[in-house]
């Protein structure tokens, strides 16, 4: 306490002036922090944890199954297993101009929707199409199988010996 009374009740309630702007301020950031949190957290609930598309990564029969010189595209996976002697590889079925599903042809590949057409190991060779057929990743699983994995891409040429 001081000498003079009026003085000591000014710094007073300037005390608790500040303390309630410290306050206000406090729990203005809880708010703002809870409010973060909260939209956080129903993101993180929407958001779906699952995928439902199919695997990028499958089996496809023993290479035995693909005799020399066979050409074959699996539709759903859109992929054509290509045999050349002993050497095997996949190579995508999705057109790169749009996406449509390209059909084995004479010459390579040909697309029905807009007239790419590709040779036989996804080089473009005419239409709209910007760049090559992909080549996946090829190689075999414990079981002896093919196992193909349209997540890993290869260099066009890239074989798997069998
Ligand atoms: S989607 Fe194949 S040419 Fe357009």
Known sequence: MGLNPRR???TDSDDRASR???LGWLSGVGLFGSGILSAFS???FIKPRATYGAPQRFTAGKPSDYPDGTRVALEPRRVCIV????KLAAISTTCTHLG????L???GFACPCHGSRYDQDGTVTGGPAPKPLAWYKVSLAPNGELEIDKDVEVNPGTYLNV
Do not use: H, P, Q
Request: charged residues 30%; glycine residues 16%; proline residues 0%.
């Open 105 to 107: 042809s004479e010459t």
């Open 8 to 10: 000591d009740a000014g």
């Open 20 to 22: 309630r702007r410290l």
């Open 100 to 103: 449509c599903i390209v059909g």
């Open 83 to 86: 045999r050349d002697g002993n």
């Open 42 to 44: 129903n993101f993180v």
